[in-house]
T-cell receptor, first 113, second 119 residues
Framework: KQEVTQIPAALSVPEGENLVLNCSFT??????LQWFRQDPGKGLTSLLL?????REQTSGRLNASLDKSSGRSTLYIAASQPGDSATYLC????????????FGQGTILTVHP | EAGVAQSPRYKIIEKRQSVAFWCNPI?????LYWYQQILGQGPKLLIQ????????DSQLPKDRFSAERLKGVDSTLKIQPAKLEDSAVYLC?????????????????FGPGTRLTVT
């Protein structure tokens, strides 16, 4: 059974800092890994999707890396801004099912001015 | 392109009452998912449809939860009777296979969710 863990559970940083969010998963036989953002009271917004054959993906100030063999992914946020404050979730498809996602519990990020 | 639509956005009911949620996926998306997200946790899959057939409902509490996807488009999720522990956000998502560099990916797109409070 796939299990996903995110560290830290919460993070508070001053504006402008570079930061790293961590995600680990127990079953390395994954097709891809997805990072989401969730604002309070809102649904999930997909940030980055890394396929199993890729090592990293970049979108603006966000960079996500994937190391399947060690069961780890990191989300790097450069030059953080107060607007980045949200909960960040990582998720992987479970087993051989293409669709079903198993999520971590999320990292609550607060960027203060 | 319109996103995944859900209604209502908020619902407050008393325990033992019934409630229904509605989801309209992105046009053309064959796969539809219902997730339950309890406060402080990541979403957990309740049920997955492929067109109008159920692919996975292993974590759906079938004694009180039911879902259907008539005509392979819209879907409804029902709880009857509700319990206090059903208080959560219910998220609907849809996906459609898109070609990746070396594999087929199934990126999921989520709706805004329905926040249910059971008192």
């Amino acid at each position: 059974k796939q299990e996903v863990t995110q560290i830290p559970a919460a993070l508070s940083v001053p504006e402008g800092e570079n930061l790293v969010l961590n995600c680990s998963f127990t079953d390395s036989a994954i097709y891809n890994l997805q990072w989401f953002r969730q604002d309070p009271g809102k649904g999930l917004t997909s940030l980055l999707l890394i396929q199993s054959s890729q090592r990293e993906q970049t979108s603006g100030r966000l960079n996500a890396s994937l190391d399947k063999s060690s069961g780890r992914s990191t989300l790097y946020i450069a030059a953080s801004q107060p607007g980045d404050s949200a909960t960040y979730l990582c998720a992987v498809p479970g087993g051989t099912s293409y669709g079903k996602l198993t999520f971590g519990q999320g990292t609550i990020l607060t960027v203060h001015p | 392109e319109a996103g995944v639509a859900q209604s209502p956005r908020y619902k407050i009911i008393e325990k033992r009452q019934s409630v229904a949620f509605w989801c309209n996926p992105i046009s053309g998306h064959a796969t539809l998912y219902w997730y339950q997200q309890i406060l402080g946790q990541g979403p957990k899959l309740l049920i997955q449809f492929q067109n109008n057939g159920v692919v996975d409902d292993s974590q759906l509490p079938k004694d009180r939860f039911s879902a259907e996807r008539l005509k392979g488009v819209d879907s409804t999720l029902k709880i009857q009777p509700a319990k206090l522990e059903d208080s959560a956000v219910y998220l609907c998502a849809s996906s459609f296979p898109s070609p990746g560099r070396s594999s087929i990916t199934y990126e999921q797109y989520f709706g805004p969710g329905t926040r249910l409070t059971v008192t």
